[in-house]
């Protein structure tokens, strides 16, 4: 069972930055692909980002790519995603996620193929 807290959102304006950590309780965190989504008040929960288990391939969604990096740090059990230029409709409950399987090859980019999800943490972009 890996456990997973996300931490590092608030209020920000618009074209501000934001850096949200995830942090996992298992040492097994090294061999998980792991991804963040965010839901905002009325809309379907979406990818945003991920990354394969040992940090070699990132994925994002076009909506934030160029903007929103992720990264992890398997030594501190803890996955990062670093937000810049951040617009309104970035605002949402941010959720980091790890994969039902251990080193997985296909990094899943749909909530379907992640099994383990933190409580998330919000992100709120003023205009």
């Known amino acids: 069972q890996v456990q997973l807290v996300e931490s590092g959102g608030g209020l920000v304006q618009a074209g501000g930055s934001l850096r949200l950590s995830c942090a996992a309780s298992?040492?097994?965190?090294?061999?998980?692909?792991m991804g963040w989504f965010r839901q905002a008040p009325g809309k379907e929960r979406e990818f945003v980002a991920a990354?394969?288990?040992?940090?070699?391939?990132?994925y994002y969604a076009d909506s934030v790519k160029g903007r929103f990096t992720i990264s992890r740090d398997n030594a501190k059990n803890t996955v990062y995603l670093q937000m810049n230029g951040l617009m309104p409709e970035d605002t949402a409950v941010y959720c980091c996620?790890?994969?039902?399987?251990?080193?997985?090859?296909?990094?899943?980019?749909?909530?379907?193929?992640?099994?383990?999800w933190g409580q998330g943490t919000q992100v709120t972009v003023s205009s």
């Open positions: 990354i394969d288990w040992n940090g070699g391939r990132t």
């Open positions: 298992e040492r097994t965190f090294s061999t998980y692909n």
């Open positions: 996620a790890a994969d039902t399987l251990r080193y997985r090859v296909i990094v899943q980019t749909t909530a379907a193929g992640y099994r383990y």
